[in-house]
Every structure is written in structure tokens, then in C-alpha cells.
């Protein structure tokens, strides 16, 4: 199935779950994790048996999770699309909504609200090499599309993840690295500081993906991280002749309603909400560099 | 071709009750707050008749007229948007039980029935078109948009006397209402010749037995619609405007109105085609009930932009530049028009009196280098 073939089964947000894009969906947790400092994952499922069972979801799409009394927030989901009966969000702790949704104890209720926004173009890098590079909490966006390569990894010529992290107390999903490899997957981890024990790569994610000295049109790269380190890795890719149109980036921006009303989301003509948040380097390159917007 | 009727002025109450009698909450200026605002109309007697607004940068006045017109006087701060867009809005009500999370929507239960607007500017159409490409054109719907759009009944106004910061000629918005109305007025000394723009407009009608306008008088009106269109107080030309401030975005020009910018939102507040919004979570204080309430918002707001860690607009010039170059660039990427109207408010309601027609002359004015990549 073509990517568009699949937005166009996948339900339209809101359509999916009631009428009302604002409608908010109680979903129960159902497993939590400590992943790393301040970094957790929350499982849920929808309560609704009906509303759980139509629910899809793309690889880069996002959910709007609500604590009752506390407010929203957008979180990308991290688990399989293959499994959208079972949700997971990998959350970092940075405010009022992400500070009590993990305070919330298995079993509780939160709301949700989704899936929004666009999504990784998987499909497009059928017969090419597939990159993907992420840094900090911009890996669980990713873990999605790994999982997909994983379950169709002949598809794909080669599947490389470039993923790191400040230290190395810092990865997140550290258990699933072998299991990456062993799918065929090229896990490369790096890391800014490590001490003589650290096995992996050292250095910036943008110069680890330097050194694989990727060349040219058979590559499509797919990178979500701080905007320092995308802005590094869509020069590297420039820098090695890989299209504009085969870079793909996953943008952050304050969301409210996730659907293209309240605004606060623009970056120049695009609503990261609704238009992203993932966007070909192609399509934002006029506002990537600015500052400002 | 349009039927064109005259309605005595004698008679023009008879309208306002007839809307009345069909169901309507008519919606209108009024003298209110020191200037010209729209609120409940109960009758002809609450419509400021005889006044005019003299309007400049930064500077809103109410005088005597020395006609006692029904509608001399242009637009004041109020826009339409608020009785469609309402400023506060409870989305949702999100009640907590032990094994349920709730939603209601009150609003939708409460909302307001039908309303007319009365005086409808030709720049005020326009917006209401470009509002209703935001919240319902696109894949997703805003119903509470919708519901309030949906059963408005619009009664335009033609201008025959531009104000002071006006400039819908420049945006081709105005000064004639041209479509999107369900009636039209333009107003004569003894009468107002009526426009039909639609079978609602021609039903509020029906049994008023009204004369068709003479040609003598359609022509006056288009006599004196052409004379207002040449005193427009403002000029902006729009000439490949999108490109032009997309490759000016480092132009000296940001960093001088930022200088003069107090980013007090007013501009946003008073557009009538801002549709920016926050939601603010309001519970009781037994935590059981909470309501999900949009609020107006600005993008001149610090707190706009907030990504954990800081915001992206942290100076006033991101801030105008974004306001600036969404209005009347990238807006046309977005919805397929300009955002702005040509109305002038944000001109006039502007403390400092910025004006973005000045603004957009000076950075058309002087070219700078290109932009950083």
C-alpha cells in the first residue's frame, strides 16, 4: 500500500473519534517506564472499545494527551502502527501538562485526542537506502518507521539509524539496539561525552552521519532532533547530493489545538500541526534557517 | 442582475423589527465605549445616527455629522469576528468520574440562534470570507463557527464616506459590496436603495412591496461610490507584495518598527481576520468538573511561541515580521487571498499609530541584500 493509499484509509482525525476535531477521548494507562532522567513512556488504550478499534495511526503522527484539570499537550507516538490498539509515548518531562501526565499511576484516565499531522513518507524510500537520525528525544518519532523497516526490511536497499545523545546515561531505548541489528538494521550510537567503557560512536550526530559518506539520489533521509542538530544534518545531506526532496524533518512548534485554528503553530505558510510535522527540507527551506519563525 | 429596490427610511425600522419577527438577534453599531461599536440592536433609535468617526494613526474620534445619515461612519474596533468567533468560548466540559472522563459541549447547547448582522462593510464581507476559509474550508470543521455562520442573516452597508485609515480600494475589498450579503443599503437622504443578494434577502422582504430602484438612482449610487473610492485614506500597494517581503526578511525596517511596536496585541485584537486562539483549562475547585475554554490570542505574545525551553519570537521585530509577513504573505500560501482586508483598524487602534501601509511603502522602499541561507 502507497503512502497516500494509507492516509486515505488512515481516519481523518477527529472524523476517526466523533465529530468534533476538539472531542477528547478517554484512553486508560496502562504501562509506564522510566526511560532515562526525566524521560518516560506511557502506554494507554483508547476505553472505547469502538473508538480503539477504528483508531490508526501513521508512523510521525501525533497525539494531543490531556490531564483533566491540567490541559493538552502534543506527543508523538512511539509504538508500531501495526498495533494502534495499544498506544505508547515516550514524554519528556518540560512543563505543567508532561510534569502530570507522569504523575499519572497505571490504571488512571487521561484524554486523548488524534492522530494529527503528517507523516513519515516510508513508502518513498522503497528501493533505496533509508536513513534515519535522531537526536535526544527526537528518536521515539522515529521508532515507528524502524519498526516498519524491521517488518518489511526487504523493501529497502540499506537502513541506517544514526541516533545520539549527551551522554550515554541519556539513550533512550537502549534494550532494542540488538534487536535493531539483528532486523538488519545499521544502529550507529553516539554519544557528545563518554568515559573508556563506551563502545559506540563519539561525537555529533551530524559528523557520525558525515562519516558514512553517503552519496547521492538513492538515499532518503527522515531526521528528528534539536533544531541546531537538523540544521547540521541537512547541510551534510546538501553537502552529499542527497535531493531536497528526499530530506525530510520533523518539526516542533507550541500547539494548542492540532488542527489548524489556533495558530500557534506557523512556521511561515505551514501549520506544523496540520501540514507537519514532518516536512520535506524542499518545502521549508525558505523558513529552516531563519530565526525567528 | 441583482433586483434593486428602494426602501423608504421611514420604513427602515420595519426591517429591523421584521428581522425581529423572523427569529433574528440583530446585531449593529451602536455608541458605546466612546466610540462606534456592535452590539444588540433593539430599534432604529439605537444606531448612531448622525455621527461620524475621524480616524488617523493611533487616533479615534466620534463628532457630529451635519446630515443625520444612519451610516456615516465607518468601522470601529469591534469586528464581526466576535459574534462569530466569540472571544471566550467553552469548547468542552470534561467531567471526571471513577471510571469515565466526560465531554459535553455546553456551548453548542447555549449558543446564540440566529443572528443578523446590520452594516456589514464591503471590507467586513471579505473578512468573513477569509474567516470562513480558515474555520470551515479546510478539512477540519470549527463548529461553533459554523453553527453561528451558518444561520447569520448579513445586511450590508455601502460606504460612501471612507475613513481616515482606510484602504479597501488597495486591497479590492471595497468600497461596494459586491457579494456575500443576504441584503445590501446604500443610503440616499430619503432612502435606501437595497441590493438583493439572496432568496433569504429577498424572503425578509416579502409583503414590504417595494419599488424598484430608478435607474437615475443606481447610477447616483455608483456616482458616489466611485467618488469614495477615490478618498480612501490609506494606499497600499499590493504589487508581487508576497515574494517582496519573503525576500526582505532581514530588512532594516523589522528592527526600526520594533522600536515603536509595544506589542500590545492591539492589532491583533482588532483584525477582523486574526483567528489565533489559546485554551486555557478551567476546573472547579472539587477537580471533578473542568471546561476547555478558547480565548483570543496574539502571535505578539511572548508566551505565543513557547516550545519547552523558550520561544521562538523572543524580540518585538520576529514578532511584527511574523504578524506582517502572515497577513499579507504567506496568508495567500495558506488560504489563497491576503489576510488583510483594508480596514484600517489596526492602523487606528495602534497606540504608537504604526501604520502597516507606511510599513510596507518604506520596506518596498529600500532593498536590501539577500536573505541568509
Not at chain 2, 486574526?274 to 468538573?289: I, P
Request: net charge negative; charged share 25%; proline share 6%.
Amino acid at each position: 500500500m502507497t503512502d497516500k493509499a494509507a492516509l486515505a484509509t488512515a481516519p481523518v482525525p477527529g472524523a476517526a473519534v466523533g465529530s468534533d476535531p476538539w472531542w477528547i477521548f478517554p484512553a486508560r494507562l496502562v504501562g509506564r517506564r522510566d526511560e532515562v532522567e526525566g524521560v518516560i513512556t506511557l502506554e494507554m488504550e483508547l476505553l472505547d472499545p469502538d473508538v480503539r478499534a477504528r483508531y490508526r495511526f501513521l508512523p510521525g503522527q501525533f497525539n494531543m494527551l490531556y490531564v483533566h484539570g491540567v490541559g493538552e499537550c502534543p506527543i508523538s507516538i512511539a509504538s508500531p502502527s501495526a498495533h494502534p490498539e495499544r498506544l505508547s509515548h515516550t514524554i519528556r518531562m518540560v512543563g505543567q501538562v508532561t510534569d502530570a501526565l507522569a504523575r499519572q499511576p497505571v490504571g488512571s484516565l487521561i484524554g486523548l485526542r488524534g492522530p494529527f499531522g503528517s507523516f513519515w513518507p516510508v513508502e518513498s524510500a522503497r528501493g533505496r537506502n533509508l536513513i534515519l537520525v535522531a537526536g535526544g528525544i527526537g528518536l521515539p518519532p522515529l521508532r515507528p518507521v524502524i519498526e516498519a523497516a524491521m517488518a518489511r526490511r526487504r523493501d529497502f536497499d540499506r537502513v541506517v539509524l544514526v541516533y545520539g545523545a549527551k551522554t550515554v546515561s541519556d539513550l533512550l531505548y537502549t534494550e532494542a539496539y540488538e534487536t535493531w541489528r539483528e532486523a538488519g538494521i545499521e544502529t550507529l550510537i553516539t554519544v557528545d561525552r563518554a568515559d573508556d567503557r563506551w563502545r559506540g560512536e563519539r561525537g555529533l550526530v551530524p559528523t557520525v552521519l558525515k562519516k558514512l559518506r553517503l552519496r547521492g539520489e538513492g538515499h532518503v533521509v527522515f531526521t528528528c532532533g534539536p533544531d541546531a542538530m537538523m540544521k547540521f544534518v541537512v547541510h551534510e545531506c546538501l553537502a552529499s547530493q542527497i535531493p531536497e526532496s528526499q530530506v525530510f524533518v520533523s518539526l516542533e512548534r507550541n500547539m494548542v489545538c492540532a488542527i489548524g485554528f489556533c495558530g500557534h503553530c506557523q512556521f511561515g505558510p505551514d501549520f506544523i500541526c496540520k501540514d507537519g510535522p514532518v516536512l520535506s527540507y524542499a518545502r521549508v527551506k525558505r523558513f529552516f534557517w531563519q530565526h525567528g519563525f | 442582475m441583482i433586483e434593486t429596490l428602494e426602501l423608504p427610511k421611514a420604513r427602515f425600522g420595519d426591517l429591523i423589527r421584521r428581522l425581529k419577527d423572523r427569529g433574528y438577534t440583530v446585531i449593529g453599531p451602536t455608541l458605546g465605549d466612546g466610540a462606534i461599536i456592535y452590539d444588540e440592536i433593539g430599534g432604529v433609535e439605537d444606531l448612531p445616527r448622525g455621527w461620524i468617526d475621524e480616524q488617523d494613526a493611533g487616533r479615534y474620534h466620534l463628532a457630529r455629522s451635519d446630515r443625520d445619515y444612519f451610516f456615516d461612519f465607518v468601522v470601529g474596533p469591534h469586528s464581526w469576528k466576535r459574534y462569530l468567533f466569540p472571544p471566550r468560548l467553552t469548547l468542552l466540559r470534561v467531567t471526571r468520574t471513577e471510571s469515565d472522563l466526560r465531554c459535553e459541549q455546553p456551548a453548542l447547547q447555549t449558543a446564540p440562534g440566529p443572528m443578523a448582522f446590520l452594516g456589514v462593510r464591503a471590507c467586513e464581507l471579505a473578512a468573513i470570507d477569509i474567516q470562513d476559509a480558515v474555520f470551515i474550508g479546510g478539512p477540519f470543521v470549527e463548529q461553533h463557527y459554523k453553527l453561528r455562520r451558518d444561520q447569520a442573516f448579513l445586511v450590508a452597508v455601502n460606504c460612501l464616506r471612507p475613513g481616515g485609515t482606510c484602504f479597501c480600494v488597495s486591497m479590492k475589498t471595497g468600497p461596494r459590496a459586491e457579494k456575500g450579503f443576504d441584503l445590501a443599503l446604500t443610503e440616499f437622504d430619503d432612502v435606501f436603495m437595497v441590493e438583493v443578494g439572496t432568496p433569504a434577502g429577498r424572503a425578509m422582504l416579502d409583503g414590504f412591496d417595494l419599488a424598484a430602484a430608478s435607474t437615475a438612482r443606481r447610477d447616483e449610487a455608483e456616482t458616489l461610490l466611485a467618488a469614495a473610492a477615490r478618498r480612501m485614506g490609506r494606499q497600499l500597494d499590493t504589487s508581487d507584495l508576497p515574494q517582496l517581503l519573503l525576500d526582505r526578511l532581514e530588512h532594516p525596517r523589522w528592527k526600526e518598527v520594533a522600536e515603536r511596536c509595544l506589542s500590545c496585541t492591539n492589532c491583533t485584537m482588532v483584525c477582523p481576520t486574526c483567528f489565533c486562539s489559546d485554551v486555557e483549562e478551567v476546573d472547579d475547585l472539587r477537580l471533578e468538573s473542568s471546561e476547555r475554554v478558547r480565548v483570543w490570542d496574539s502571535c505578539f505574545s511572548q508566551a505565543f511561541s513557547y516550545v519547552h525551553g523558550g520561544t521562538k519570537r523572543p524580540n518585538i521585530h520576529d514578532r511584527y515580521r511574523q504578524w506582517l509577513t502572515h497577513k499579507l504573505a504567506t496568508w495567500h500560501q495558506q488560504f489563497g487571498t491576503s489576510g488583510c482586508v483594508g480596514c484600517g483598524r489596526c492602523i487606528t487602534w495602534c497606540p504608537p499609530g504604526i501604520d502597516i501601509t507606511e510599513e510596507v511603502a518604506a520596506i518596498r522602499g529600500t532593498p536590501v541584500g539577500e536573505t541568509t541561507l
